[in-house]
């Protein structure tokens, strides 16, 4: 009887703790279930943060894995070897022919062809009749090639390319000469003459990338909607690209080599260095004219290498 009654008053007090504890713990479970129904924030699920924070994630690592397969493809375009070795052996070159100036014995002839800032202001208007040049080259070249490899005047390409040969079928003294009788002397037909003489090899190579194009490419666009100017600035344009670059770096080329030329019309440039070295018979003068002719002439070739691998198209980067 004494273990009965013992077990029976536990029970009671614990039920008794219960009833006692009832409504206050019902109040505070429903107080709860309340105040996390009603906030938002407390619940992850609902939680806006929570919620954008995957989309957000999923819509930027496309973007990220896009701008670091880009970065990668730039590094292995433009190897330490294709930004440091011919700038740095230019660099030695200029270095040296410095040194030797600056000890050598110069008599008053030379000191007074290289006296002031005649070799800066030489260099300055052969760098600006060479950048003039190929900007009126590139906005009359590849606008007609781009106009010659369409149906309404492809048949005007043989005309248009006879013309063009005649600039460098003419020696480029001879057409600057020419050019003198029907304008006048100065820099302004130096110009001339040198975008005559540089336009073929932008115009041919303009021409030669566009034809050279898949037909089936071109049909493919046209096939999925796009305009004719779609398909000319999204599929012909980047394709041809390699090859426009190309005749572009080679009429940069030209042009320097040209400038030289102008010295003999009034234009100016390095090559009054040179020819005033040849005519008072001063090494120094000629060697100097030289050097910086032969340096500005790779050194644009190597910028303008360095532009066509980056505007390379990604697609076309096996291609040489």
Request: aromatic share 4%.
């Amino acid at each position: 009887m004494s273990g009965s009654e013992t077990e029976e008053t536990k029970d009671g007090t614990r039920d008794g703790t219960a009833d006692e504890q009832g409504p206050e713990g019902t109040a505070a479970g429903t107080a709860t279930a309340t105040a996390t129904a009603g906030d938002p924030a407390a619940d992850p699920a609902t939680d806006p943060a929570n919620s954008a924070a995957p989309a957000s994630d999923s819509a930027a690592g496309p973007a990220a894995s896009a701008e670091l397969a880009a970065g990668e493809r730039l590094r292995d375009r433009l190897t330490w070897q294709k930004l440091t070795v011919l700038p740095g052996v230019l660099a030695l070159v200029l270095l040296g022919t410095w040194l030797w100036f600056r000890d050598a014995q110069l008599d008053t002839i030379t000191r007074n062809a290289l006296a002031g800032d005649i070799v800066l202001l030489r260099l300055r208007d052969h760098v600006q009749m060479t950048a003039i040049s190929t900007f009126f080259v590139l906005i009359i070249a590849i606008p007609l090639g781009i106009a010659l490899t369409r149906p309404l005047l492809r048949r005007a390409t043989p005309v248009a390319m006879s013309f063009a040969n005649l600039g460098q079928a003419v020696p480029s003294l001879g057409l600057l000469v020419l050019l003198v009788f029907w304008l006048n002397i100065g820099q302004n037909t130096a110009v001339i003459g040198m975008v005559v003489y540089a336009v073929l090899p932008v115009l041919a190579n303009t021409i030669t990338g566009l034809r050279n194009i898949d037909p089936g490419l071109t049909e493919a666009a046209k096939g999925i909607g796009m305009s004719s100017l779609g398909v000319l600035t999204k599929v012909e344009l980047p394709l041809a690209v390699p090859l426009i670059l190309a005749g572009v770096r080679n009429a940069l080329v030209l042009n320097v080599g040209t400038a030289t030329l102008a010295t003999f019309i009034g234009g100016g440039g390095l090559g009054d260095l040179i020819a005033s070295g040849i005519t008072t018979q001063r090494m120094p003068v000629l060697m100097l004219g030289s050097i910086l002719t032969v340096a500005l002439a790779l050194l644009v070739d190597w910028l303008a290498s360095l532009v066509e691998l980056v505007l390379r198209p990604r697609g076309l980067e096996g291609t040489s």
